[in-house]
């Protein structure tokens, strides 16, 4: 699916730029979207250098393993083919728990250590498992209880009430979220019977 | 309540960076050299990524700069004002999946014509909060440890968003009224 957004993107693309008659705009806008790319990655260094740092400290300490064990059952419920006591779990949950603290710039690094772990159960490493996808699933939802970013843009202009936004926000995320969970068990089983076939 | 909650938010980093290490030290962990040691995976994970980004950076931006977007807008009008949807905010729905950057900019010109306590304003942030930037998401995550199929992530990261963006839209008239 991804494929076929990129090529319908890029093509789209190229052919407005040919029926406007401007293909100069479409060279520019490639460049300038290969240095945002770029410009993202780098940024990305410096909070992955930081977060997988403290996050080395959490595991040596055994807190990852506790907090696995703590929220075991919604683990349980999320992700029922990872083992127990596999790494995977305590980056897992540390990152949902950075998310729905509005903790953007840590929840990446937990996430990204988490699809590591998951990857080094995947038999084959080239497609995503049902896990990885439940982790998508639950990082493209955003679940989150306080909406950082968009308070302080807010208060930024000037609003009465920042934080009038936190009650509704809750709501909608809650839908997105649990849609997202049904969509990905619904996939899930379709993918299985696929392949039992 | 939201004082309350806002107040967690600015001490939770804090709190956890104290908190670690502190825990770590008690079970003798050498804080310091375990702190180096995980860092040092922060550049390559990173630099790994770069291809990935470039790659949907540069579709994003083609997409965009020509207009594509623009005229795909255009052709969905119409079913959105059928069902009423406001339509000012529909390139919001639209570039939330595709672009944060893109996205946020869009959401401060309606805070800047409207104000942010409008009944677009308020919408535009309750969707700017429930919804993702999908597709960065999938090309960062599966790009760190190069899956290429990625199954049925996007579907179910697109029809989240687009569930995000209808309940915004539900629950911002029903508590704020039109």
Request: with cysteine; net charge positive.
């Amino acid at each position: 699916m991804v494929n076929y957004i990129w090529l319908f993107m890029i093509l789209s693309g190229v052919i407005a730029g040919i029926v406007q008659g401007e293909m100069n705009v479409v060279t520019q806008a490639a460049l300038k979207g290969a240095k945002e790319g770029v410009a993202v990655c780098i940024g990305l260094i410096s909070v992955l250098v930081f977060w997988l740092g403290m996050m080395r400290i959490a595991q040596d300490a055994g807190l990852l393993k506790k907090l696995a064990s703590v929220l075991h059952p919604v683990a349980r419920f999320l992700f029922p083919n990872i083992p127990r006591d596999h790494p995977a779990m305590g980056y897992i949950l540390s990152n949902m728990s950075a998310n729905l603290f509005g903790l953007g710039n840590a929840a990446t690094p937990m996430g990204l250590k988490a699809m590591e772990e998951l990857q080094k159960l995947n038999p084959d490493k080239k497609t995503a498992t049902p896990a990885m996808c439940t982790l998508l699933a639950l990082n493209t939802s955003s679940l989150t209880l306080i909406p950082t970013t968009i308070i302080g843009i807010r208060m930024e202009y000037g609003s009465v009430n920042p934080t009038e936004i936190i009650g509704t926000t809750i709501f909608a995320t809650c839908c997105s979220t649990v849609m997202a969970i049904l969509l990905d068990r619904w996939f899930r089983r379709r993918e299985a019977s696929k392949k039992r076939i | 309540m939201y004082d309350a909650v806002l107040f967690l938010s600015k001490v939770m980093i804090p709190a956890v960076l104290a908190f670690i290490p502190l825990y770590a030290a008690f079970r003798n962990v050498p804080v310091y050299e375990s702190f180096i040691e995980g860092a040092k995976e922060g550049f390559p994970t990173a630099i790994q990524i770069i291809p990935h980004l470039v790659g949907m950076m540069v579709a994003v931006s083609i997409f965009r700069e020509t207009g594509a977007l623009d005229f795909y807008l255009g052709l969905c009008r119409p079913l959105f004002s059928w069902i009423h949807f406001p339509e000012e905010i529909l390139p919001l729905a639209l570039l939330r999946p595709i672009t944060g950057t893109g996205a946020l900019a869009f959401a401060e010109s309606i805070f800047h014509t409207e104000g942010p306590d409008s009944f677009l304003g308020r919408m535009a942030s309750t969707m700017q909060g429930s919804t993702d930037t999908t597709l960065y998401v999938l090309t960062v995550y599966f790009g760190a440890v190069g899956v290429r199929r990625s199954l049925y992530a996007a579907k179910v990261g697109l029809l989240a968003d687009l569930t995000g963006v209808l309940a915004s839209w539900f629950i911002v008239c029903w508590v704020f009224g039109i």
